[in-house]
């Protein structure tokens, strides 16, 4: 079944930097990559997705890069803000009718 | 509009009790995930209900698992004999369908001692 490996585990970056979490998938049937973030005691929310026609998106000082032929996507946060702080997970789902397969986080923290 | 909902919020139970966790989705999504999240991980995924039917239940761990929908909007996932190590945050999800977003519910602990 589908694999996603998630990295890193955990990531400080000084506010207004960038921060950028990468994922690899094992299938490379999947078709849909959402990202979602997790303030601690909360549930997780959509930031953003992309599907696998398209190689890039953007949504603010968010943005999901795809590299279909790696494997891999990777979610970009620019300008960070404390209120960026928390887990952020990828997942991937193979085909429409299956379930999305989640990483294991990361938790970001954003230093004032 | 009213989000997804979970209840209870907490649940503490002894060992080998049995538990019912219950989803309220968003109206109208057909589509009903449970996951289950233990702490430092991702959501681990249990079962999908499109409509009334279990789509695919390959996440349950065990037999003592069971999920039902039997009206196709609220679920209940029910878990017998409790283990230890079924203590987790079980969280929901529903979608308008298979091909959409998911929205996820604020979860339920549970603590088994």
């Known amino acids: 079944g589908e694999n996603v490996e998630q990295h890193p585990s955990t990531l400080s970056v000084q506010e207004g930097d960038s921060a950028v979490i990468k994922c690899t998938y094992s299938d490379s049937a999947s078709n849909y990559f959402p990202w979602y973030k997790q303030e601690l005691g909360k549930r997780p929310q959509l930031i953003i997705d992309?599907?696998?026609?398209?190689g890039e998106k953007k949504d603010q000082r968010i943005a999901v890069t795809l590299n279909k032929t790696a494997k891999h996507f990777s979610l970009h946060i620019t300008e960070t803000q404390p209120e960026d702080s928390a887990v952020y997970f990828c997942a991937a789902r193979f085909s429409g009718n299956t379930p999305l397969v989640f990483g294991k986080g990361t938790r970001l923290s954003v230093i004032a | 509009g009213a989000g997804v909902s979970q209840t209870p919020s907490n649940k503490v139970t002894e060992k080998g009790k049995y538990v019912e966790l219950r989803c309220d989705p968003i109206?109208?999504?057909?589509?009903l995930y449970w996951y289950r999240q233990s702490l430092g991980q991702g959501p681990e995924f249990l079962i999908y209900?499109?409509?009334?039917?279990?789509?695919?239940d390959s996440g349950l761990p065990n037999d003592r698992f069971f999920a039902v929908r039997p009206e196709g909007s609220v679920s209940t996932l029910k878990i017998q004999r409790t283990e230890r190590g079924d203590s987790a945050v079980y969280l929901c999800?529903?979608?308008?369908?298979?091909?959409?977003?998911?929205?996820f519910g604020p979860g339920t602990r549970l603590t088994v001692l």
């Open positions: 992309i599907r696998s026609n398209v």
């Open positions: 209900f499109q409509g009334t039917g279990a789509a695919d």
């Open positions: 999800a529903s979608s308008p369908g298979v091909y959409n977003e998911q929205f």
């Open positions: 109206s109208g999504h057909t589509a």
